[in-house]
């Protein structure tokens, strides 16, 4: 008996096992996107109908442009690397939310919310970009789901309630809420260092390949951490993205290797 549910966890273990593209880092997810895509659909149109779309269209609109332009560039890297089916099946969406709070996040399967809080900290159209390819990278390499399968998640009530597409089930919702760092609500967890690490340089790759200027991804962090230093308390974004110096150096540090990497598969998957 003991055997046989070593051998089950080995199995589970090498099924579940698998590489981000890009950085070649070894994960184990135990959520596929069969089973989580349908509950992500459903948690954000939920949020959607409980919030505020934001009225000002010219700045809505940029969300939407921006999001459209760096999405293409992940959809275009996954058409052309073997994740076909991910590319069918991501249904991204960009939202600016009417919200004092200095926040915004991306669910799984592509569903991004900004809210007007983090506009004075993008600043610029750049800005924008620099803020959306940290959030679609974190999608693109399916942190959340990680959170999910990890003692966290678990804790948090385990991937049977996470999968639930019930959208207004609030034990669920407070899950995804704490998960993706959905609200204000205090109690989100923070991501780890691997993966913000991995979603700066992912995310670099891909604004450059959409034609944006990486160097204001720098710019953002830059005026976040003036921003939390001026008010005293962290803005809602850093409290699940924690800011240092070390992480603005690591982005100036990888930035020229990011141009290498995005001019090559610009021409890798721009050639067809
Ligand atoms: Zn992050």
Same mark, same amino acid.
């Given at each position: @008996? ?17 590489? /981000? ?34 009225? $000002? ?8 442009? *921006?999001? %459209?332009?760096?999405?293409?560039? *992940? ?9 076909? %089916?991910?590319?069918?099946?991501? &249904? ?6 009417? $919200?004092?709070?200095?926040? %915004? ?19 610029? *159209?750049?800005? *924008?970009?620099?803020? @959306? &390819? ?13 959170? @999910? ?15 639930? +597409?019930?959208?207004?089930?609030? &034990? ?15 109690? @989100?967890?923070?991501?780890? &260092? ?27 962090? /830059? #005026? ?21 110096? +070390? #992480?603005?150096?690591?982005?100036? $540090? ?19």
């Amino acid at each position: @008996m003991k055997r046989s549910i070593s051998v089950l966890l080995v199995f589970i273990f090498l099924v579940s096992c698998s590489t /981000v593209p890009i950085t070649g880092r070894k994960r184990i997810n135990v959520v596929s996107d069969a089973q989580i895509l349908p509950a992500s659909f459903a948690q954000y149109s939920g949020f959607l109908s409980e919030n505020k779309l934001s009225s $000002d269209v010219s700045k809505s609109d940029e969300i939407k442009s *921006v999001g %459209a332009r760096i999405s293409k560039a *992940v959809d275009r890297y996954m058409r052309a690397n073997g994740m076909t %089916a991910e590319a069918d099946s991501y &249904r991204w969406e960009f939202n600016l939310i009417e $919200d004092e709070t200095v926040n %915004a996040w991306c669910m799984p399967g592509g569903k991004v919310v900004f809210y007007t809080g983090i506009l004075p900290i993008c600043d610029n *159209v750049d800005g *924008v970009a620099a803020v @959306m &390819r940290h959030e679609v990278a974190h999608a693109f390499a399916k942190h959340g789901q990680e959170r @999910m399968t990890s003692s966290y998640g678990q804790q948090l009530g385990g991937i049977a309630v996470a999968i639930s +597409t019930g959208n207004k089930d609030p &034990r669920t919702k407070e899950l995804w809420n704490t998960i993706y760092g959905v609200g204000s609500q205090v109690g @989100m967890l923070a991501y780890s &260092r691997t993966h913000e690490t991995e979603a700066d340089k992912l995310g670099v790759v891909f604004m450059i390949m959409a034609g944006y200027n990486p160097n204001e991804a720098v710019n953002v962090w /830059v #005026r976040m951490s003036q921003r939390a230093a001026a008010q005293n308390a962290p803005p809602e974004f850093l409290s699940t993205h924690p800011s240092n110096q +070390t #992480r603005i150096k690591n982005l100036k $540090d990888w930035i020229p290797q990011a141009k290498v990497i995005a001019k090559k598969l610009n021409a890798q998957t721009l050639a067809n």
